[in-house]
């Protein structure tokens, strides 16, 4: 594709130790990942806002670093974009033999399923469990691990079994309350989350994604009430927590 082709050639240029960029030319693969995690994050937020331009430009920028880092790669020797586009050609085909091979399926389920065997018997793993990055947001890695273990029929029926899950936990947390212990919260705490993940996932509703919109939804009825203290000339570390209720309910009707 030209366009790729004219992308890689100008990363070229600007990584020159002559004619370069010298911001260009100093950053490395580690300095640029707090770029690429920038630029994933604002795709997220550009597919949220349902804008296809925001999306095109985000999707540039996220391309960029993924070739900027191809081209660091390849002046020391190691890879190049190509060598990327090549790999990701190669797993796609190799995990897709119902599209390019003779595998037959009957749902995306099944679909999902085959990858993750595939994917153990690429790797040579010993569980069907992928080891995700520590950086990696928790509430996702526990939709993804309890997708995997869904694979191979460790899984509840259906959302109502699960939901009693968190109701169990919600119970043990309880218990644990009186005696204060901050290990055993903790652990209470964690437990609740991931049983609660685990209604979402079974409700096809993704739950970093849940969370993200509480909190701004939680942000926005907040700071209404903050707007309407100010107006009545009343500061909110003085006001009840009755009076702040009431202004909460207000919010939730506008």
């Not at 070739?67 to 974009?81: A, L, T």
Request: one cysteine or more; charged letters at 35%.
């Amino acid at each position: 594709m030209k366009e790729l082709d004219k992308l890689v050639r100008i990363l070229k240029l600007l990584r020159n130790p002559m004619a370069g960029c010298p911001w260009d030319r100093k950053q490395t693969v580690k300095s640029l990942k707090e770029y690429t995690l920038e630029e994933a994050h604002e795709l997220i937020e550009a597919i949220d806002m349902d804008s296809p331009e925001k999306q095109k430009e985000e999707l540039g920028d996220l391309l960029l670093q993924i070739v900027f880092i191809s081209r660091i790669n390849q002046e020391q020797g190691h890879f190049s974009i190509k060598d990327v586009i090549d790999t990701i050609n190669q797993k796609l085909i190799r995990r897709h033999p119902h599209v390019f091979g003779d595998t037959s399926v009957e749902s995306a389920d099944e679909v999902k399923a085959n990858w993750e065997k595939i994917k153990k018997a690429e790797n040579n793993k010993k569980s069907i469990l992928s080891d995700y990055p520590d950086s990696m947001p928790a509430l996702s890695v526990a939709k993804r691990i309890a997708e995997q273990a869904s694979s191979v029929g460790f899984d509840w029926d259906e959302p109502i079994k699960a939901l009693e899950k968190v109701e169990e936990e919600i119970a043990e947390l309880k218990r644990e309350l009186p005696e204060g212990n901050p290990e055993r919260l903790n652990e209470e705490i964690g437990d609740l989350l991931f049983a609660v993940s685990n209604v979402a996932r079974l409700l096809r509703v993704n739950p970093e994604f849940s969370l993200k919109q509480a909190n701004k939804k939680f942000k926005t009825r907040f700071r209404y009430i903050e707007a309407e203290l100010k107006k009545a000339g009343k500061e909110i570390s003085a006001t009840s927590l009755d009076e702040m209720e009431k202004l909460w309910q207000e919010s939730k009707k506008i």
